[in-house]
């Protein structure tokens, strides 16, 4: 149905509901977790005397139908209810292309000091959509000496918000910034409205996502820039993580379902398999006495670093390397490592799962597809994607889905589910993730050219019922969770694959002109030259955040 055409100052009525208007909700009741002494998912987390709380509810304040993401706006809201005691620290802002859902933090202060929250001393007016009635007013609290202020608010009159709309932090409880995703745009004046997330972001990092957002305007003097997020001061920050009893009941309640590419040949296995069937273990300068790997790889040297003196290789017979090539889906393993994340208010399960072989790479130019060659081929795949847990509620928020050298984060609004549990797609070949099945296409639109992602409905790898094995989770504190020795073998799963990129394109995709060859060539390079067969614990985000295209 058509949308009614309305100015950009108004709340625009519409003849169709926009996806925000409704809340997101699970497809069926969520599950009690496990009790434990701990403060898992119990609605309170205590960053060191400033104790907060996640509201999920909220009351519009302004929105606007025009622009943003596909082209339907985005609305701004308070959060409502606050809990008696607390205070809001800012506004609420999303795209209206996707149900409501977020969440932002609001605080109380148990130190007894009384002054770990201040009022604004004054509001700065950013940026107003215009200045008749229904307009949205964008306002920048003023914080007092030693505060800051972490989050907007917005109204919809030239009247600045009341001083207690917003709670200002004292600086030491907050931690720096930065831009996460757009929410909105308008051309008036280059006006921009991101989310916020801390800009350091890892295991020992203490920033908080407060879950408020910043505005950008080129006609504005106000230093927008100065917006902070929450900072976990706890030196038990990570006591509201989950137990080895609650780690389990989260895995069993969203351990994601996996399609597998109907058309690809090499499918995962578990590790031990892959070692019994005849994996082999070279050293640099004795490359003709390769020594098998047993079963639970206690052979494999430790540490090191990738520093070539070690690598991983499939059976030298050809009809086992051809057979082990192809996996094992059968026995197949998630494996997870468990670890804080956001200052220890979320938890990350990063689900690892191996390959023993990552086939070709295919490109799209125009119409045609063209296999090319040996470029992206290597033994020995480690693919992840990552569910991201509140330590609030234990709600599911977002999963990470790597692709290639990078990858992406999706809402948890926006995945598929079978009953309450993810679905994720295993691309054909390369096995990349993606949230939906079809074809994704990397690389440059203007001239049609890419690298295929092909995604489909085949083999299912149910990765609950016993399938995800707990491997590593450092913050439960030693012997908690036994690592496998294969775990610390940091070189690589598989040899260094060397071939020209520029001879394979040409013996590929020789029919195509010679600009068209060298565009493909760059985009391989930037999109299939990554980290290479490193296993898990050799990763940037082993110890880091996901990496994705802003980093």
Same mark, same amino acid.
């Given at each position: ?13 519409s ?25 898992f ?96 007013f ?6 007092p ?28 409880f ?18 921009s409205a ?16 407060? =879950? ?6 080129? $006609?504005? *003097? %106000? /230093? &927008?820039?100065?917006? @902070?997020?929450l900072? #976990?001061?706890?030196g ?22 996996v ?18 069937? =005849? ?6 300068? $004795?490359? *003709? %006495? /390769? &020594?098998?790997?047993? @079963?639970?790889?206690? #052979? ?22 051809e ?58 795949d ?36 079978l009953?309450n ?34 995604c ?18 450092e ?12 775990l ?64």
């Amino acid at each position: 149905m058509r949308r009614s055409k309305s100015c950009l100052g108004c709340v625009p009525r519409s003849t169709a509901a926009l996806p925000v208007e409704r809340s997101f909700a699970p497809p069926a009741p969520m599950q009690s977790w496990p009790s434990s002494d701990g403060g898992f998912a119990k609605g309170v987390i205590d960053l060191g005397g400033l104790e907060t709380r996640q509201v999920t509810t909220f009351t519009k304040v302004w929105s606007t139908a025009q622009g943003g993401q596909d082209g339907l706006g985005a609305t701004f809201f308070k959060p409502s209810p606050v809990p008696t005691g607390f205070r809001a620290l800012g506004h609420y802002a999303q795209p209206n292309n996707r149900p409501l859902f977020g969440h932002v933090l609001v605080a109380r202060d148990a130190s007894g000091t009384g002054a770990l929250l201040a009022p604004p001393l004054d509001y700065t007016l950013v940026w107003s959509s215009g200045q008749d009635g229904g307009a949205g007013f964008f306002w920048l609290p003023t914080p007092p000496d030693g505060y800051r202020a972490v989050g907007m608010a917005v109204t919809t009159t030239k009247d600045k918000p009341p001083l207690d709309e917003v709670a200002c932090l004292r600086a030491d409880f907050t931690d720096a910034c930065e831009d996460e995703e757009s929410v909105w745009s308008s051309d008036k004046d280059g006006f921009s409205a991101t989310a916020l997330r801390p800009a350091v972001r890892g295991i020992d990092a203490r920033g908080v996502h407060t =879950g408020t957002f910043g505005v950008h305007a080129q $006609s504005s *003097t %106000a /230093p &927008t820039t100065t917006l @902070a997020c929450l900072k #976990n001061n706890n030196g038990a920050y990570t006591s509201c993580m989950p137990d080895l009893a609650q780690l389990h009941a989260v895995l069993a309640a969203y351990s994601p379902q996996v399609y597998l590419h109907p058309n690809d040949p090499y499918l995962p296995s578990s590790v031990p398999w892959y070692f019994e069937n =005849g994996a082999l273990l070279y050293q640099n300068g $004795s490359q *003709t %006495a /390769p &020594t098998p790997v047993v @079963a639970d790889g206690s #052979n494999l040297p430790q540490g090191g670093g990738n520093d070539g003196a070690y690598w991983l290789d499939l059976p030298v017979d050809n009809r086992q390397r051809e057979r082990v090539k192809k996996g094992d889906l059968a026995g197949a393993k998630a494996y997870v490592q468990a670890k804080p994340m956001l200052g220890g208010t979320t938890t990350d399960l990063a689900l690892w799962f191996f390959y023993p072989f990552n086939g070709p790479a295919r490109a799209k130019v125009g119409p045609l597809t063209i296999p090319l060659g040996m470029i992206g081929e290597h033994v020995g795949d480690w693919e992840h994607l990552t569910l991201r847990v509140s330590n609030f509620s234990g709600d599911l928020l977002r999963v990470y889905l790597s692709q290639h050298s990078t990858g992406t984060w999706v809402e948890a609004s926006q995945l598929e589910y079978l009953g309450n549990r993810p679905v994720a797609y295993a691309s054909r070949s390369g096995h990349a993730f993606y949230p939906k099945e079809g074809l994704v296409l990397q690389g440059d639109s203007k001239l049609g050219i890419g690298i295929r992602n092909d995604c489909a409905k085949g083999s299912m790898m149910d990765t609950g019922g016993g399938r995800c094995e707990v491997v590593s989770a450092e913050y439960l504190g030693a012997g908690k969770v036994a690592e496998p020795a294969w775990l610390g073998f940091e070189r690589g799963w598989g040899p260094k694959e060397e071939y020209d990129i520029g001879r394979e394109i040409n013996r590929a995709a020789r029919i195509l002109p010679r600009a068209m060859r060298e565009r493909l060539g760059q985009l391989v390079k930037e999109l299939l030259v990554g980290e290479g067969p490193t296993g898990p614990k050799m990763k940037g985000s082993w110890r880091n955040d996901e990496r994705d295209p802003k980093t």
